[in-house]
């Protein structure tokens, strides 16, 4: 999934629904995310309805058909009704996401804080 990054205090609240689909769909990476806006996808709907339309949550969600290379669909193709459990997960997710409260949503950004310090300090 690619999203977007606010240079602001809202950063990481912008990956909360990726975070949180991790949790939901065992195919789903959240550290295979990428939440940039490059000079050359500033034309895309996702950093348009962001930039332009102030939507927080503007994500590009990308399908693969050759499958995972991780979970328990690893090496396997991906099909119609993995693809199906995929989209179930994602409805699931934005229905829980809809429901978090504030105190969840900070404890969601510690987590994810947290993640990305280890993933910067991996970088190094």
């Known amino acids: 999934m690619y999203g977007n990054c606010a240079k602001n205090d809202t950063r990481y609240r912008e990956r909360i629904f990726p975070y949180m689909l991790e949790k939901s769909a065992e195919v789903f990476s959240f550290i295979d995310c990428a939440f940039s806006t490059q000079k050359s996808k500033e034309g895309t709907g996702r950093v348009v309805g962001w930039k332009e339309l102030g939507i927080q949550n503007s994500f590009t969600l990308e399908a693969s058909f050759c499958g995972s290379d991780f979970g328990k669909y690893a090496d396997l193709h991906f099909n119609m009704s993995i693809l199906q459990e995929i989209g ?17 949503t900070r404890q969601i950004v510690n987590e994810i804080e947290d993640i990305v310090a280890n993933q910067t300090h991996i970088d190094k």
């Open 88 to 104: 179930h997960h994602f409805c699931e997710t934005i229905m829980e996401y809809m429901q978090v409260d504030n105190k969840k």
